[in-house]
């Protein structure tokens, strides 16, 4: 997003399964010498307006005042839009008080109220976010997806986690082997993996338990697994998979990257922390040659370029750099 004048956020979504797509509110509000236009559905919170607000402005919302919106306080964090009665009924415009932060805190003692505070917790994650470049917008659904996906998820246990041990999440496609060339049924497997695959995976055996997260069905990640010796293979006393996520653990999600808008699958590790929760943010790499991939935990990921023309490309170094 370039910065100036009426610079716009079109961050409209489209509802899944039964919801039907509320109306698009459109809202304007100024801040310093800038007029942003956001557009948003209703069932959008107040939080959510002020992760959008922080991916645009880069105030916190911890220090955001926002004046003119509504009559009275700002309502809570968990109030929807769709519900608010707006001070100006034609068109919606607000004004944003706030510091950057990049600026500094500021002098004024910070609010308590839970209607102009996030918890901790979320404002933490927002600020990860902001520093990625990245802001999934639409938190409340993206919290409604966990629970949904948390609750029927059964992790496949191939090998059993390691007490003490931290996690590794590995993408497979294009960051562990050229998966393009591999669509021609004549090639192996192996013979398109990344240089020092093995190697890589050998040298963190010791301090890493390792996930494989693809972004493809079971059928063909299993076929690849086996292909490459990564499962059942003569690697097998060198080091091991703790268990495997295919296409079906991931959702989409709206995001904000560079001031632009998108929908995109994501691969969200607070999956695996429900279910084994030995392993959290402090302790999870997550590798991926798709950033968007780990849009809801920038922390943890790690981008690599996408390994590509195999048959070439055969002195990427890569993985024997992380491996250091």
Known sequence: MEHGKNQECNSREVSDGEDSPSEALELTFSWRDSTFNVALDGMVTIKDLKVVIYSVTAVPPERQKILGLVLGQIPADDVLLSTLQFKIKKGVHFKLLGTPEDEGLSTAPPETSS??????????SIRKARQSQDCVLYMTRVREKLDELSSHLELNIMNPPRPGKKLLVLDLDYTLMDSKAYSDYSVHALDMAR???????????????????????WRW????????????????????????????????VTSMRHGKISRHEVKALELIWRKIPAYNETNTVHLDDLSRNFALNPRSGVKLSAFKNARVNKHDRQLVFLAR
């Open 115 to 124: 209607s102009s505070t996030l918890d901790q917790s979320d404002s933490h």
């Open 195 to 217: 240089p020092y695959l093995h190697e890589f995976l050998t040298a963190l055996w010791p301090y890493y338990d390792i996930c494989i997260w693809s972004a493809t069905s």
């Open 221 to 252: 990640l299993e076929s690849k697994l086996v292909e490459l010796g990564m499962v059942g293979g003569n690697y097998s006393d060198k080091y091991q998979i703790q268990f495997v996520l295919d296409r079906g653990t991931m959702f989409e």
